[in-house]
């Protein structure tokens, strides 16, 4: 069987690995990546021996996906294990803050007045939602810990995750396992209680890659025993009879398109025409990432970072301390802060150019964290449609798009526009599309 799979991405090259895995290399997998380089929006980039991550820079290790590819991918020996400064968050509010690792640090912290955290204490008492009508996550949050809670954490929360704002973002396709806290236990209170947890957010460990996340993707391409063609642009794609035509060129019996919503959107016009108007509808969020290079600075780096609140009115959305995250990020006695800027809070800023987003990026170090150190080195990228943002409809669009997609025997899509935007999400994703590709049940055996 012949397989061409668009798209040279994380989502792309796990999928084409997975077929070679599960089908034990029976199968042809042709990859056609538009860039010269696979990854995708994974890259890291080397700024005189700062390694500047432009997209995501690991994994949790709270689920089992990237670990089990890692595994029987062999590369178990690039994996980079976070030290325990990345347990340590901060949020800037008025002020910086040290985020609370339970509810004893919550209750003593001063990031909340006594009023806020009264009226958390008070969601044991909220009733259920009875109702379907799909909430943002910002009227989840304010009906059940209230608005403080809200503001002070969800918000910061969401702009680290997605690049979004609580009132842009629906809960459900998100954040589900959130609102199944809510339906399975009656409350989130009574799910801690229930699941013996010390708090909601996500458990597990911080996990990335020696040399960055491009070097794992980069090896992950070899390992898939694909033929990945580089710098090959898909202008068309027909279906005649059982076989997928790609610019009159390649003949496939399946293809997986694991493209952006918006590409995917542009090449299958001929064969998904009610579905265009939907994967056209899937947003996407402009951010830029600066990588500050600096030489001994003048600032305790002991923690994974901070985010900032909207409240807080500040010219970014966070700063990732990642070579106090992983000891290969930054040459010896330098440090690398990447600082997000723009996002749902201000898509235009996001888009501005170098030297502003890296004035930008100064000023935001400097009101946060009190550096005034001038960088050695910088770095910035911008990503003018970056981080795909599930809005309200957002799981009703994508499953109308798949039962599009459905109908057309041998068709899929699977990239992180759909099911998940974190590296866990886009495996799992690569990996349920493969077996499904193969006829395969949904369960990853050995």
Not at 7 to 15: E, Q, V, Y
Not at 272 to 301: K, M, Q, W
Not at 398 to 407: F, G, L, N, S, W
Request: hydrophobic share 40%.
């Amino acid at each position: 069987m012949d397989i061409g799979i668009i798209g040279g991405g994380l989502s792309g090259l796990t999928t084409a690995f997975y077929i070679n895995f599960f089908g034990e290399g029976k199968h042809k997998v042709t990859v056609l990546e538009r860039e010269k380089v696979v990854g995708g929006k994974m890259r890291t980039h080397n700024e005189n021996g700062f390694l500047v991550e432009e997209a995501s820079n690991g994994y949790l290790s709270n689920r089992p996906d990237t670990t089990e590819l890692v595994r029987l991918a062999g590369l178990d020996n690039m994996l980079l294990k976070s030290n325990d400064n990345a347990r340590v968050r901060f949020i800037y509010k008025d002020k910086l803050y040290k985020m609370p690792e339970g509810v004893k640090d919550f209750m003593l912290s001063g990031i909340m007045s006594p009023l806020g955290k009264l009226r958390v204490a008070c969601e044991y008492f909220i009733p259920q939602k009875k109702d379907d009508k799909e909430e943002t996550l910002k009227e989840f949050g304010y009906r059940r810990v209230g608005k403080e809670l809200t503001d002070t954490f969800l918000d910061p929360m969401v702009a680290g995750v997605y690049g979004s704002t609580p009132d842009k973002i629906a809960i459900r396709a998100s954040f589900d396992k959130i609102v199944m806290m809510e339906q399975k236990f009656g409350g989130l209170i009574k799910a801690m209680i229930a699941m013996k947890s010390k708090s909601a957010a996500p458990t597990g460990v911080l996990m990335s890659f020696k040399g960055g996340c491009e070097s794992f993707v980069k090896a992950l391409a070899e390992k898939s025993k694909a033929d990945i063609k580089l710098g090959y642009e898909v202008k068309s794609v027909e279906k005649k009879g059982d076989k997928f035509v790609v610019n009159g060129e390649f003949e496939f019996d399946k293809l997986i398109v694991s493209t952006p919503a918006y590409d995917a959107a542009n090449l299958l016009g001929e064969i998904l025409p009610d579905a265009v108007r939907r994967l056209n509808a899937i947003e996407y969020t402009p951010i830029s990432v600066v990588g500050l290079g600096y030489e001994n600075i003048s600032h305790d780096l002991r923690g994974f970072g901070l985010l900032t609140t909207t409240s807080s009115k500040q010219p970014i959305l966070g700063i990732v301390w990642d070579s106090s995250i992983f000891y290969d990020r930054a040459p010896e006695n330098s440090d690398i802060l990447r600082v997000m800027i723009g996002g749902q809070r201000d898509k235009d800023l996001a888009l501005k150019s170098d030297e502003i987003l890296t004035e930008f990026a100064k000023l935001g170090v400097r009101n946060t964290m009190g550096v005034i150190d001038e960088p050695k080195s910088v770095y910035v990228k911008r990503h003018e449609k970056g981080i795909p943002n599930y809005g309200l409809g957002h799981v009703e669009n994508v499953q109308e798009i798949m039962k599009e997609a459905k109908r057309v025997n041998g068709l899929y899509l699977n990239s992180n526009a759909y099911k998940g935007v974190a590296m866990n999400d886009c495996i799992k994703n690569s990996r349920l599309t493969a077996r499904d590709v193969l006829g395969l049940g949904n369960e990853l055996k050995g």
